[in-house]
């Protein structure tokens, strides 16, 4: 059975399992009832980031235009552009054995796409959550539901995989942002 996390909890991914080597990590929300006249877009995003927090170059953000990691380490399995159906809305890959030895963490981020154009935030968002999944034997290890605490954010960070040391944990953020990816693509260092 997987662990639920609460907010700012953190939970060893590897330490107790030295074989986890590949992860699927799955992101899911549903649309409350909304009469905006446009689609809701949301976009799951990987944040490679070096000792500092911040990315090494732009190619470490992976995301609906940058699918696959030049490591291979991280893949975006495609960009779901309306969240319909069960189960999760977007997929990344992630191989631990071919994270780079620069590379500290991974964020995992949700952001609506052209949400300011389409007066659209996550307070009309529920239902978000995150998994972590041993891809190798399908078994779900950790899942955080965000729950409702978000209102004018466009942008979340949802959860982060870090090394501590020499094993990978997993932290449950879910921190709000306004100005969507462009904002948080800035904050990480990301060339927007």
């Known amino acids: 059975m997987a662990i639920s996390l609460q907010k700012g909890q953190k939970v060893d991914l590897t330490k107790g399992n030295p074989s986890l080597k590949k992860l699927l990590i799955g992101l899911g929300w549903d649309v409350n009832k909304y009469d905006g006249g446009h689609d809701f877009d949301l976009d799951a995003a990987a944040f490679l980031l070096g000792p500092n927090g911040k990315v090494l170059g732009d190619d470490d953000f992976v995301f609906y235009n940058n699918l696959r990691h030049k490591s291979g380490a991280v893949e975006h399995m495609g960009d779901n552009l309306t969240g319909a159906g069960e189960g999760d809305d977007e997929e990344i890959k992630v191989d631990l ?3 780079p030895a620069d590379i ?6 949700v ?3 052209d949400a300011e154009a389409r007066r659209q935030t996550f307070g009309q968002v529920s239902n978000a ?10 078994k779900e290890l950790i899942r955080y539901d965000l729950g409702e605490d978000f209102s004018v954010e466009t942008a979340v960070v949802v959860g982060e995989i870090y090394r501590n040391r020499g094993e990978w944990k997993f932290n449950a953020i879910g921190a709000g942002w306004s100005g969507g990816l462009a904002a948080l693509g800035r904050n990480y260092g990301v060339n927007v």
């Open 97 to 99: 054995s071919k994270v």
């Open 111 to 113: 952001t609506i796409y």
């Open 104 to 109: 500290d963490k991974i964020d995992f981020t």
């Open 129 to 138: 959550y995150i998994r972590v999944v041993d891809e190798d034997s399908g």
